[in-house]
């Protein structure tokens, strides 16, 4: 099993986590916070039809990524989410590429949660009337500053803190539950701007029919009401379980994480339609475009235009604090999220390791995304609903086949329907808007340019984390406690007597051995080539009663050797001896062999593992190749 890295904010063994409502404002900070900018860009995006596109987003929430991510809780309760269900089901590098191309959507998912929150927390400062005058045009830099003080904050030191997010949420929420509700006392007071409303939409697209069939349409570009719920699983190690809960069976937590869900669904579900409906008739259809009062902003104008410039400065302050909080979450999911996986693979240069160094990488490119759109909340909507749609998706597609493999006939056509639907929204989405896969793609590719050249580099490391003997390897070992034990490299083939006994002969022949000196075979199978890191198990056993073999299995044959060498050095105070016959090839072949397949020109490279691992020449394993 590899090695596990949780990330540096991933919670503590001992902590006890916190009740699942509390856990549920740390969603909210990524989830409840895009009411800040999810009307405006509805009412850009659909018009007239912004309520009943939203109607139809609510649907798909709640019908769609509700179930979905309720199952992901279940099949993932340490916070892993949709990316660890489906690189359990994918091995070898076709598995490694897809989880990094995942992870790439991911990273645009988290980054671009920063930039765009970011960017509306900017909007709603300058469109301020008390500070309108002063900040106008200042934008870029503005935003610049206020991602600048984000980094700042985890160069300093952060982590999660619930009681902090609970009052951002609680308080923002109230705020909303105002607007929302003297904005449906203005609706009644002022019915006929609903009887417009409905004119207007007969007026643009005919009948009913004609009406849903757009808004089918234009929903996935309010895919951006869908953020919350990958973060929903992430938080999960947070939630507290019950007493009798263990790591393989936590069902407590599972319990709280599905109530965390649903609970968060419902309420943004309510807020959504009720938002929509409010500034679609409340605000003027000009006051959306770019450079509007409401571009952005629509709720935090109508607190302004309906409840006074007091009430109005408090909720763009709330407003303000919460999306700037969202970017703060996202960050700390992008330093929980790589390290999960990347060092795992190899894929992670040693800087990666450290918190801060990774800080700073990702608050400049934070940077350059910021500068790319111009921190314009509009221009960046299409790269954020990519991520959380590719995310999305693919939780999607793995409890399909979850349910598929637990033979669940009814769920397994169920999700698989939930699927075709995200699946068509986000190629819709991607279509329509290109941005977002581009900035995906240049994640992606920029993630695996670093992944692999880290691999490159690390080629040469003793990636073993842990040699383990059973009784009869340990046996053979502790037979050579007062000389040095001489291993012969053998890739296994029919294993039969002629084998070993030529394989013996032509060593001793090449390598001078004298008779009396007796030789341990050691075989390695390559299983995954793919895996970086392992933990290795080493039998020991007696062939056609005259030939000890030790036996074990590895992702990389030199490194298994090596790991193996040291490991019987430590055991036995003796300097250990390998024997090994040239690989006939393209040196540079063997060693791409090497790379991608674990095997190639086997004695060098375990010989420069070895000489990486002990600098010490006259304590290094010897490597005799003949």
């Known amino acids: 099993m590899a090695k596990q890295h949780p990330g540096p904010h991933a919670e503590a063994p001992h902590e006890k986590g916190a009740h699942w409502w509390r856990v549920m404002c740390l969603t909210g900070l990524d989830y409840f916070s895009t009411l800040g900018y999810q009307p405006g860009i509805a009412a850009l995006a659909a018009g007239?039809?912004?309520?009943?596109?939203?109607?139809?987003?609510?649907?798909?929430?709640?019908?769609?990524?509700?179930?979905?991510?309720?199952?992901?809780a279940v099949e993932s309760p340490h916070g892993q989410g949709s990316i660890a269900m489906l690189e359990r089901l994918l091995s070898f590098w076709q598995g490694k590429l897809f989880v990094l191309t995942l992870l790439g959507f991911a990273a645009t998912d988290f980054m671009i949660t920063i930039t765009l929150s970011a960017a509306d927390?900017?909007?709603?400062?300058i469109e301020n009337p008390h500070l309108h005058s002063v900040l106008s045009g200042r934008q870029v830099m503005l935003t610049l500053i206020l991602v600048a003080l984000l980094g700042a904050v985890f160069l300093k030191g952060f982590s999660?803190?619930?009681?902090?997010?609970?009052?951002?949420?609680?308080?923002?929420?109230?705020?909303?539950?105002?607007?929302?509700?003297?904005?449906?006392?203005?609706?009644?007071?002022?019915?006929?701007?609903?009887?417009?409303?409905?004119?207007?939409?007969?007026?643009?697209?005919?009948?009913?029919?004609?009406?849903?069939?757009?808004?089918?349409?234009?929903?996935?570009?309010?895919?951006?009401?869908?953020?919350?719920?990958?973060?929903?699983?992430?938080?999960?190690?947070?939630?507290?379980?019950?007493?009798?809960?263990?790591?393989?069976?936590?069902?407590?937590?599972?319990?709280?994480?599905?109530?965390l869900l649903t609970t968060a669904a419902v309420i943004m579900s309510v807020f959504l339609i009720a938002t929509s409906l409010i500034t679609t008739l409340l605000i003027p259809k000009a006051a959306f475009q770019p450079g509007g009062q409401a571009n952005g902003r629509a709720l935090a104008y109508l607190a302004h235009e309906n409840l006074g410039s007091a009430f109005g400065s408090v909720y763009d302050l709330s407003t303000i604090a919460i999306l700037w909080f969202a970017g703060a979450s996202a960050m700390a999911g992008l330093l929980n999220l790589m390290p999960r996986y990347l060092p795992r693979y190899g894929m992670a240069p040693h800087w990666a390791r450290a918190v801060r160094p990774t800080v700073i990488v990702l608050t400049l490119?934070?940077?350059?995304?910021?500068?790319?759109?111009?921190?314009?909340?509009?221009?960046?909507?299409?790269?954020?609903?990519?991520?959380?749609?590719?995310?999305?998706?693919s939780a999607a597609v793995a409890v399909t086949i979850a349910a598929r493999k637990a033979r669940e006939r009814r769920w397994s056509i169920t999700f698989g329907v939930i699927a075709a639907v995200f699946l068509y929204?986000?190629?819709?989405?991607?279509?329509?808007?290109?941005?977002?896969?581009?900035?995906?793609?240049?994640?992606?590719a920029g993630i695996m340019l670093v992944s692999f050249l880290s691999r490159l580099?690390?080629?040469?490391?003793?990636?073993?984390?842990?040699?383990?003997?059973d009784e009869v390897a340990e046996r053979f070992v502790r037979d050579y406690m007062h000389r040095?034990?001489?291993?012969?490299?053998?890739?296994?083939?029919?294993?039969?007597?002629?084998?070993?006994?030529?394989?013996?002969?032509?060593?001793?022949?090449?390598?001078?051995?004298?008779?009396?000196?007796?030789?341990?075979?050691?075989?390695?199978?390559?299983?995954?080539p793919s895996d970086f890191e392992a933990e290795l198990t080493v039998h020991g056993e007696v062939l056609h009663d005259r030939y000890r073999v030790l036996s074990l299995h590895s992702?990389?044959?030199?490194?298994?050797?090596?790991?193996?060498?040291?490991?019987?050095?430590?055991?036995?105070?003796?300097?250990?001896?390998?024997?090994?016959?040239w690989t006939e090839g393209n040196p540079f072949a063997q060693f791409l062999r090497f790379f991608l397949f674990g095997q190639g020109e086997i004695a060098p490279v375990t010989r420069e593992v070895l000489r990486e691992a002990e600098p010490d020449r006259s304590r290094r394993p010897a490597v005799h190749v003949g």
């Open 160 to 259: 999660e803190a619930i009681g902090l997010a609970v009052v951002l949420v609680v308080v923002y929420l109230a705020l909303n539950v105002v607007v929302v509700a003297n904005g449906i006392w203005h609706v009644l007071k002022e019915p006929h701007v609903f009887g417009d409303w409905t004119a207007g939409l007969t007026a643009e697209h005919g009948n009913g029919f004609a009406m849903v069939g757009v808004a089918l349409i234009v929903f996935p570009k309010l895919a951006l009401g869908l953020s919350g719920f990958e973060t929903g699983v992430a938080v999960m190690p947070h939630i507290e379980g019950d007493p009798d809960d263990t790591e393989e069976r936590p069902t407590g937590r599972i319990r709280g994480a599905r109530r």
């Open 365 to 393: 490119i934070a940077f350059l995304v910021t500068w790319i759109f111009d921190a314009n909340v509009d221009a960046q909507g299409g790269a954020y609903a990519t991520g959380v749609l590719v995310l999305i998706s």
């Open 555 to 581: 992702s990389s044959v030199p490194n298994a050797l090596a790991a193996l060498l040291l490991r019987v050095r430590d055991l036995t105070g003796q300097q250990p001896h390998i024997y090994f016959e």
């Open 48 to 72: 007239l039809l912004s309520p009943i596109a939203t109607i139809v987003l609510v649907l798909v929430t709640l019908f769609g990524a509700l179930p979905v991510y309720r199952r992901v």
């Open 484 to 528: 040095p034990l001489r291993l012969i490299a053998n890739e296994p083939n029919s294993r039969d007597l002629a084998e070993y006994r030529d394989k013996v002969r032509q060593i001793r022949r090449d390598n001078d051995i004298p008779a009396e000196d007796d030789l341990v075979f050691v075989e390695v199978t390559v299983l995954d």
């Open 121 to 125: 927390a900017t909007a709603h400062l």
């Open 425 to 444: 929204t986000t190629a819709v989405n991607i279509a329509e808007r290109p941005d977002g896969v581009k900035i995906g793609a240049c994640f992606i």
């Open 457 to 469: 580099k690390r080629a040469f490391e003793l990636r073993v984390t842990d040699v383990l003997l």
